[in-house]
């Protein structure tokens, strides 16, 4: 019998390559508006993204701050005065599940994995229109059982709420036999420490692993992979 029987699937980062997407979709936009990004560009973008969705996850701002304010936060710093944040936004969403690519040969992990049985389900902050159109351009649409959106469910990860909705909608399962699977600590991570689910950290850069999640309680996962193709022994126990 395997060790576990369920596995709850980051998407952006951990299944699907966010940063080439992301690439792509900034460079389309920003050229329909007469812009050519550069590296300095797309890496002044994505720092500000990044710190955009950490204060999503701890709570500080909510999502509908979150979309257009990084835009006005990159043009301000990039110089850029003559495009709008709020079309660039709707414009983004589309472009950036336009263009998917996997991860560690991970639509063939997620098929085998189907093959064997396992319940496999995505657990996403991502925005809803843009994780449908990458759930069927990457055609994990037809090997994933369920897809838990933030926007749809109400909460983000980490919140607890988050994975209160998931497992309302989970029937006959043990959360011992439940593996999460992600790349970010703070969302991910914490997100399984939060619901009480065994976590597996897909590190493949070597990330140093820090020993306190920032407000005074440890974090801790039972897994760390730098390959998705170690999902397979983990699994099996």
Known sequence: MLKYDTILW????????????????LGVCLKSCGVTMTEEMLALYSGINEKFWERLERGEIEKKELLPGRFREFFYQAGISHIDPEQ????????LGT?????????????????????????????????????????????????FISDV?????????????????????????????????TSDMRGANNTGV?????????KPFPEYRGDGETLHVEYEIRN?????????G
């Not at 660039?88 to 472009?95: C, D, I």
């Not at 994995?113 to 351009?137: A, D, P, W, Y």
């Not at 065994?198 to 070597?206: E, I, S, V």
């Open 88 to 95: 660039m936004q709707k414009r983004y969403e589309q472009e």
């Open 153 to 185: 469910i109400g909460y983000e990860k980490p919140r607890k709420e988050f994975f209160d909705a998931v497992f309302g909608e989970l029937p006959e399962f043990g959360k011992e036999r439940v593996l999460l699977v992600g790349d970010s600590l």
């Open 10 to 25: 980051d998407l952006d980062g951990t299944l699907l390559d966010f940063k080439k997407s992301e690439r792509y979709a």
């Open 198 to 206: 065994d976590a597996c950290w897909y590190n493949p850069k070597g």
């Open 99 to 147: 263009k998917t690519y996997y991860v560690d040969d991970s639509y063939e992990i997620v098929k085998q994995f189907k093959e064997m049985g396992l319940r496999q389900h995505i657990v996403t902050n991502g925005i809803l229109v843009t994780q449908r159109i990458k759930m069927k351009n990457s055609g994990f649409d037809k090997l994933i059982d369920k897809v």
């Open 228 to 236: 998705l193709q170690e999902l397979f022994g983990i699994v099996a």
